[in-house]
């Protein structure tokens, strides 16, 4: 689930940094892409320290 949040919200705030930088088309899809990227791969960081430290 912090997976799928993170990529969602990776997305949206790449997009609003390249909107607000005046990109193009082309320049929105590349932000939101690379930070959902980055953003689900923390998630899956956290997540994996979450489940090794409950155990």
Request: net charge positive.
């Amino acid at each position: 689930m912090i997976i799928i949040v993170g990529a969602i919200l990776g997305a949206t705030i790449g997009a609003m940094i390249a909107k607000r930088r005046k990109g193009k088309l082309a320049d929105v899809l590349q932000y939101a892409f690379v930070y959902a990227l980055v953003f689900t791969l923390a998630g899956l960081f956290l997540t994996l320290i979450i489940h090794r430290a409950s155990i």
